[in-house]
């Protein structure tokens, strides 16, 4: 992401700033015990996350405008501290500072403290990020900033221990009483840095990129990646699937076999490290060192659905059996343990359980000799790295594997289908050992995006492996989302919870991947309701996300704009840019539909970028994807008839970029008018409306497809 660096003299004409830092270089100011005092305002808090902190001393309060007044009448200064249920650092500051007595009066004498969970408020995290990166070089979690009444930050810290936290908050209320008007001042600039941290994009100027353009980027992206551990050259790995979504289909398209190795080299290191649960399934968020061996435990709805997507049309172009074990193992864990009873899945599950951090995925060597028998253990050594120091820490070992099961297999003289078999048992076993553990808590909120996002990889994994239990999952969870989280205007809400219902605004996340999905669920069933909700939704998008001096949507809907800048949001992160993925949606349904509106939006949302900047291009590999659609263009599949979903389903075992699906039984959209032939399912595959001749048998209809693609190769 583009931020403005700020120079040492930004600092030093800064003298809140100054002060503020040298406070934070005091040491000595006494802890007192905790006390037990009443139930704050957050006990009735929908969010799990807030609802930890409803025993703290401190008098939190959660973000509206009944508080930000009270902050103004009082004239008192706003503590903001931002987290997330699965944040380990968020959980040791609540504990060490929250907690404490005296830090909570210093707070509730001086403040007014905000308490917000960042999944239920990126809008608010999102800017106060901005400010944190903009003063001090980057951010996380949690994240506490010290603003005016009225929001605009003067400091931004993240964890702090307790005597530390303290002399910052006494410092700062001192020179509020001190100098209000010098504060103002600076409030002003921050603010102002804010609004310019994230520049528009319009360094496209407008131009109309080509297909020169999508096929020469990879080398502005190629340095970036490590060619030994796979992934980008970072001291920390995260998943990022956006980037190695849109390499796999720039990869397939061009046969370049540098791009096809980095792609297989990430996604191999990923299945077989640390950051994957080798015994119940699932991805953590990250690991913290580059071999991808030892994760961050905290288990992400967004990362296990991104990552789904990916590894199900990966096993559809390297037909490669790990990567179906991997979805088929994950695709159980999460209907097993992430769904709720009614029907939508859980945001997280916590890296700390209350036997400590990890402990609910480690193992000692001697747990392993205890569990499993002496040919299982030979195998189960051989293939992963156990030590009886431990490979992490306190002799615990983090599962994940030092060989591949082939290598495994050669080493121990035995055929690689015993050593399936034999890790099979073995895990079983450990599962039901682990059952016995303490599990780590669950952040039970249901985001709609992150969703949204699952209901994506459902319709992947269905496209891979065919079975109709997967289809099914997709339709109950796409039921779920319109009737519980969608008005019948087409507005979403963020959140829904079991006990509470639905509550906050959507944002635009959440609207681009619902509709990325609907349009997804449409390619797969072949049911057009979903695709004429995909496009209800984005005219709600048009109406009120639009802004008059840019192609760009704003973050929160125009109208809900609750603090002093807005953010525009253009680059990928843990998920794709959400501004990204509405130019997609728009290019596909005005596609579908032939209305030449939505494409003429599309095309200038993609022109504003500027895909001639090296340093930014892991940040627009979604952008970089939409850019291969338009200058490429799309195989436009028609299948016509009865027979319509059980050809699709045979076509879509195979991984075709930038190819669009659509038919059924009857002539119910423009691109379908006059291909239905009496008695007959129909293939016809199209590129600008202009269609070769029809084809009965699927294998035709993908052979035809990559022919058109010539002289770029398939697989």
């Known amino acids: ?160 221990p307790t ?65 030994i551990n796979g992934g980008l050259r970072e001291e920390q790995k995260f998943p990022r699937v956006a980037l190695w979504q849109a390499l796999l289909e720039y990869g397939a398209y061009t046969q370049n076999p540098s791009a096809l190795e980095a792609v297989e080299r990430n996604l191999k290191a990923m299945a077989s490290g640390g950051i994957y649960d080798h015994v119940g399934g699932g991805f953590a968020r990250y690991t913290t060192d580059a071999q991808w061996h030892i994760p961050h435990f905290e288990k992400m709805l967004y990362d296990n659905a991104q990552l789904l997507s990916l590894y199900a049309r990966a096993q559809r172009y390297y037909d490669e059996p790990v990567y179906e074990e991997l979805i088929r193992q994950t695709s159980t864990f999460m209907t097993t343990h992430f769904r709720s009873p009614q029907g939508g899945y859980y945001a997280s599950f916590n890296a ?28 189960f050594f051989e293939l992963y790295a156990v030590t009886e120091g431990g490979n992490w820490k306190d002799g615990e070992n983090v599962i994940y594997q030092k060989h591949s099961r082939e290598e495994a297999a050669i080493s121990l003289g035995i055929s690689q289908p015993r ?24 952040d039970d909120k249901v985001i709609t995006g992150w969703n949204a996002m699952m209901l994506k990889a459902f319709t992947e994994v269905y496209q891979s492996t065919g079975e109709e239990e997967t289809m099914q999952q997709a339709l109950d969870l796409a039921e779920f989302i319109s009737e519980n989280l969608q008005q019948d205007s087409g507005e979403l809400s963020r959140v829904f919870h079991p006990d509470y219902g639905n509550s906050g605004q959507g944002f635009l996340d959440d609207y681009a991947h619902w509709i990325d999905a609907l349009i997804s ?37 125009i109208s809900k704009q609750a603090l002093y800048a807005s953010d525009v949001p253009l680059y990928d992160a843990d998920t794709p840019s959400p501004n990204a993925l509405m130019a997609h949606n728009l290019s596909l349904l005005g596609t579908l539909y032939e209305r030449k509106e939505l494409l003429q939006k599309s095309r200038d949302m993609l022109a504003a970028m500027d895909f001639h900047a090296p340093a930014y291009a892991t940040g627009i590999a979604s952008w970089w994807q939409l850019l291969g659609a338009h200058s490429l263009g799309l195989n436009e599949v028609a299948i016509l008839g009865s027979e319509a979903q059980t050809k699709l389903k045979s076509m879509q075992k195979s991984y075709l970029p930038f190819t669009l699906f659509l038919g059924g039984d009857t002539e119910n959209l423009p691109l379908l ?36 693609n010539s002289p770029q190769l398939f697989k």
């Open 1 to 160: 992401m583009r931020v403005r660096r700020v120079s040492f003299e930004y600092y030093r004409n800064n003298r809140f700033l100054l002060l503020l830092i040298g406070a934070l270089g005091l040491w000595g100011c006494a802890r007192n015990s905790s006390q037990s005092p009443p139930l704050n305002a957050l006990s009735e808090a929908i969010s799990p996350y807030l609802r930890q902190h409803a025993d703290n001393p401190v008098l939190w309060q959660e973000w509206s405008d009944k508080a930000l007044q009270q902050a103004a009448d009082e004239n008192k200064l706003l503590v903001i501290s931002i987290g997330y249920a699965s944040c380990h650092w968020c959980h040791v500051m609540e504990e060490e500072t929250f907690m404490d007595s005296t830090a909570a009066a210093v707070m509730n004498t001086h403040f007014v403290a905000l308490k917000i969970d960042r999944e239920e408020r990126p809008d608010i995290d999102q800017i106060y990020t901005k400010a944190a990166v903009l003063l001090n070089g980057s951010s996380g979690w949690p994240l506490n900033i010290i603003a005016l009444p009225d929001g605009r930050p003067l400091a931004a810290v993240t964890y702090l």
């Open 163 to 227: 005597d530390r936290w303290i002399q910052l908050l006494d410092r700062a209320s001192q020179l509020y009483r001190d100098n209000p008007n010098a504060l103002l001042e600076q409030a002003n600039s921050i603010a102002e840095g804010v609004k310019k941290s994230e520049p528009l994009p319009l360094e496209g100027q407008g131009a109309e990129q080509n297909a020169d353009d999508y096929l020469g980027f990879y080398s502005s992206l190629s340095p970036a990646f490590d060619p």
């Open 352 to 379: 700390v359980s209350e036997d400590g951090e990890g402990k609910y995925y480690t193992w000692t060597k001697a747990d392993l000799e205890d569990l499993l028998d002496e040919e299982q253990q030979q195998v």
């Open 419 to 442: 050593v399936k078999e034999l890790m099979a048992d073995a895990k079983k076993l450990l599962n039901k050992e682990r059952e016995k553990r303490k599990a780590p808590s669950i």
């Open 521 to 557: 669920l449409y390619q797969t069933s072949l049911d057009k309701k979903w695709l004429d909700l995909a496009l209800k939704t984005s005219d709600y998008v048009l109406r009120n996300f639009s802004q008059e001096d840019s192609p760009m949507f704003t973050y929160s809907a």
């Open 673 to 708: 008018q006059q291909k239905r032939v009496a008695g007959k399912t129909m293939i016809y595959v199209c590129r600008n409306k202009t269609c070769k001749l029809p084809v009965e048998l699927p294998q035709q209809a993908v052979s035809q497809i990559r022919s058109e």
